[in-house]
């Protein structure tokens, strides 16, 4: 049965400026009704959302799905699972696997495996250089036309300015989003930590923050030289804030995302060598976490993205300076964005938090998501804003468990999820 009810919610469609009361319906896979009070119809389940938001599926451009080459930290269908308990419907997986998704060949295989494998919606960002060895820009042409909805290299971030100003000018032309990690890796070389207080008691090298500034601010200049859209990954630095902001007022196309991590966390979450607070770009101070927060309410960082990177126990159960950067976030999110949320002087309303985290994204990579619009597909989330829950590694539905959320209770958490008014997840 796929006709579904959803009574008594609170409708939240920032698409549409909408936050009502009411009843919603889905059928054959799309967005039917929505009415203050709608009748229930024969062959049709009725959900009660009293208490609930119902909202559009959560949207996230920035996971690591693995594949190919690295199914054992995570497949199409364990990340895919890990999206739909987390009330995400669509994300955008990275292309640093193994090999990486360079290739129009490789973006069409992964494309038709997940729509195959993963209950979510999967949506690809390609490589930028060929190989993603920051040399040769790849042919975009291609990769627009097998389906990938922005170009990345993503932790092998470009170092030649000259190849990065190609790259866009080669994106602008296909009207594809340049998506960057922005290291500049002479700053950052055998870093495993933010570079301060905490990296000089624990004996760490660390990254300074002009790791990151330098390079958003060398790639904001390209874009504003080249057109491009330029996305700026996982913000962490206050300074980084600033240059968006700059960048932004003189007219570049510059959109930035932040991860929850970076809003919850600073470096001190690395004072016992937990490699599950080891990521890259890395914690950072408690300045930089206020700066960014106060970017997100003003509204210079545009989304939400989780940055999810999964690994196995055996790689993360290395001594820090070794183990690898990332942690998984799909699961967490939700619950640890409304927990920041509540601990705000001046919380964001509940349509600004959906936007944040479905309309907003969505917008910034262009996917038919983020919208409860008649007629659009029924990607949809029934989110509990008041449920405590504590988070257990043993679980999660992903295939890794390294999150510095673990033992945290989070608020907030999807009660139902439905992917083209399939139900894909249920919350016990
Ligand atoms: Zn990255
Ligand atoms: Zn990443």
């Avoid at 949207?59 to 930290?73: A, N």
């Avoid at 930590?193 to 008691?201: K, L």
């Avoid at 985290?357 to 996917?367: F, H, K, Q, V, W």
């Amino acid at each position: 049965m796929n006709a579904y009810l959803l009574k008594n919610g609170r409708i939240l469609d920032p698409a549409q400026r909408l936050d009502m009361r009411g009843d919603l319906r889905l059928r054959a896979g799309q967005i039917a009704e929505m009415a203050p009070s709608l009748t229930p119809e024969a062959g049709e389940m009725v959900i009660d959302c009293t208490d609930c938001w119902v909202a559009p599926g959560l949207v996230d451009i920035h996971v690591h799905l693995r594949e190919p080459g690295q199914s054992h930290k995570e497949t199409l269908q364990t990340g895919g699972a890990a999206a739909v308990v987390g009330g995400f419907t669509s994300v955008c997986c990275m292309p640093n696997t193994d090999p990486p998704l360079d290739s129009s060949t490789l973006v069409r295989e992964i494309l038709s495996r997940a729509a195959q494998e993963s209950p979510c919606k999967v949506y690809v960002v390609a490589a930028l250089t060929q190989g993603m060895r920051g040399e040769t820009p790849c042919d975009y042409h291609a990769l627009k036309q097998a389906g990938a909805v922005a170009c990345s290299d993503d932790a092998f971030p470009v170092q030649s300015a000259e190849t990065m100003r190609r790259a866009m000018l080669g994106c602008a032309a296909y009207d594809l989003p340049v998506v960057t990690h922005c290291e500049d890796k002479t700053l950052s070389e055998g870093a495993s930590m933010h570079a301060g207080a905490v990296s000089a008691r624990l004996g760490l090298k660390g990254a300074p923050s002009s790791a990151e500034t330098v390079q958003i601010a060398r790639n904001a200049l390209l874009a504003q030289e080249t057109g491009c859209h330029l996305h700026i990954q996982h913000l962490s630095t206050a300074m980084g804030v600033e240059l968006v902001r700059f960048f932004r007022a003189r007219g570049v196309q510059i959109t930035t995302e932040v991860s929850p991590h970076h809003l919850l966390l600073t470096d001190v979450a690395c004072t016992d060598f937990d490699t599950d607070a080891k990521m890259n770009p890395p914690l950072r101070a408690e300045a930089d976490r206020v700066a960014l927060a106060q970017g997100v309410l003003d509204g210079v960082i545009d989304c939400i993205a989780t940055d999810h990177a999964p690994h196995a126990p055996f790689e993360k159960m290395q001594p820090f300076p070794v183990a690898p950067f990332g942690i998984v976030g799909l699961e967490t999110a939700l619950g640890c964005m409304l927990l920041w949320n509540n601990q705000l002087s001046q919380p964001l309303t509940p349509l600004q938090m959906v936007n944040l985290l479905s309309t907003a994204p969505a917008r910034l990579m262009r996917l038919p998501a983020g919208t409860l619009a008649i007629g659009a597909s029924a990607d949809v989330v029934v989110i509990d804003p008041n449920l405590h829950w504590r988070v257990s590694p043993d679980n999660l539905h992903s295939k890794s468990k390294n999150t510095p959320f673990k033992g945290w209770e989070l608020l907030g958490k999807a009660r139902y999820t439905f992917v083209n008014g399939v139900m894909v997840h249920q919350h016990a």
